[in-house]
């Protein structure tokens, strides 16, 4: 860390006032290119005192100065730099943005779709929508949000269309669409599409930042919550746990009254966080609060009494039930698990098939009962193999 960075960023104000001020009136995108590449090393707290102390020393005369930072981008510095050029913003400003928008680099273009939520210039609409599935995350997110405030209804109806796509890649950049443009509307059939989707986890990591899990029906927030859990530590990041809320959504399944479905996440989630603490290599990289965090889960599991969610999470295992497969890693019983050898669904007689295996008590009659209900080769062939 350069000198600068360390007196721009520290607590004394003989030190970083005249950095801060030095920063913005030179242009100083070299030492401002260092801070953003320390943004996983900064706490909040620092980030967001130095972004103050750079809005401070923004002034009419040099906030023009500020377009030079914009190739690169963090969201720690975001909302300082945009709400800065949108209070002093003219039209020379505004068509400048415009420009950057249709010509600069996703970087630029991520800070302009912001500018835009400010200055909700109706000129911005075609580049926003153009920009609105972008590979950058930051600026796809930004589009969708700042349309959203604009108020275009053109896009969010585009966007419930990709749901019905056969293209699942397709179907997930609809869904974020929708959870950056906020429309709650639209979380009943993201649900649905996620209960058919083989990007459950994916979708259902998206879904609490558009609505609680609070406010779902109680099954959908079970079946939100234990593919959250699915997908934690390998699909979703660790340090969503609090954006996830949950530790305060399991301690309410653990303090209410149990339902076969509510069995089956808490011992789910019971397994996961077995294993998320027993191998360093989830917990390695993750921040202090993190660790403490998932440690904290991990106890609050602990004090769980497991034996009667087994016997309730065994009537799980139903051919239709959403919960099926989650029901199925979980069960000891081979008898209920042959039950479903005669499923309408390929996906669960597979699914059997494997526990099946695992239990090194699969057999010839297993797999001619299966192959019974099977039309695909492909799976067919899979069956065959086993």
Same mark, same amino acid.
């Given at each position: 860390m350069s000198e600068n960075l360390k007196k721009l960023t520290g607590k004394n104000p003989k030190d970083f006032e005249p950095v801060a001020c030095s920063l913005i009136n030179n242009s100083d995108t070299e030492l401002f290119s260092e801070l953003v590449e320390k943004d996983d090393f900064l706490f909040d707290f620092v980030k967001n005192n130095v972004a103050n102390r750079l809005e401070k020393a923004c002034n009419k005369s040099n906030y023009l100065n500020l377009l030079n930072f914009l190739k690169f981008y963090s969201t720690s510095y975001e909302d300082f730099i945009v709400s800065t050029l949108a209070r002093f913003a003219d039209e020379d400003l505004?068509?400048?943005? +415009?420009?950057?928008? $249709? %010509? %600069?680099?996703?970087?630029e273009k991520t800070y302009c779709a912001k500018f835009f939520s400010y200055i909700q210039d109706p000129l911005a609409l075609d580049l926003l929508r153009k920009n609105a599935y972008s590979q950058s995350p930051a600026l796809a997110s930004n589009c969708a949000s700042t349309l959203a405030l604009l108020g275009d209804e053109e896009s969010y109806i585009e966007a419930l269309k990709k749901l019905d796509s056969d293209d699942e890649f397709t179907c997930l950049d609809g869904v974020k669409f929708l959870v950056s443009y906020g429309k709650k509307d639209s979380v009943a059939k993201i649900i649905e599409l996620m209960k058919k989707s083989s990007f459950a986890e994916n979708i259902a990591g998206e879904i609490p930042y558009l609505c609680p899990l609070s406010e779902l029906s109680q099954q959908d927030c079970l079946f939100v919550l234990n593919s959250i859990i699915n997908g934690l530590g390998e699909i979703l990041g660790l340090? *969503? =746990?609090?954006?996830?809320? +949950?530790? $305060?959504?399991?301690?309410? +399944?653990?303090? %209410?009254?149990?339902t076969s479905e509510s069995a089956v996440v808490l011992l789910n989630a019971k397994d996961k966080f077995d294993t998320l603490t027993e191998n360093d290599e989830y917990l390695f990289d993750e921040s202090k609060d993190t660790? *403490? $965090? =998932?440690l904290e889960i991990k106890n609050l599991l602990d004090s769980v009494d497991l034996v009667p969610l087994y016997t309730l999470a065994d009537d799980e295992l139903k051919s239709d039930g959403l919960f099926v497969f989650t029901a199925l890693e979980l069960t000891e019983d081979t008898q209920k698990v042959r039950s479903l050898l005669t499923s309408s669904r390929p996906a669960v007689i597979v699914k059997s098939l494997e526990i099946l295996r695992q239990f090194d008590e699969l057999n010839a009659s297993d797999k001619e009962t299966a192959l019974k209900f099977i039309a695909d080769k492909n799976i067919i062939n899979i069956i065959s193999a086993m």
């Open positions: 505004t068509d400048r943005m +415009l420009e950057i928008f $249709e %010509g %600069g680099t996703d970087e340090c *969503q =746990v609090f954006d996830f809320e +949950l530790y $305060e959504n399991l301690e309410k +399944l653990i303090n %209410g009254s149990k660790k *403490q $965090e =998932v």
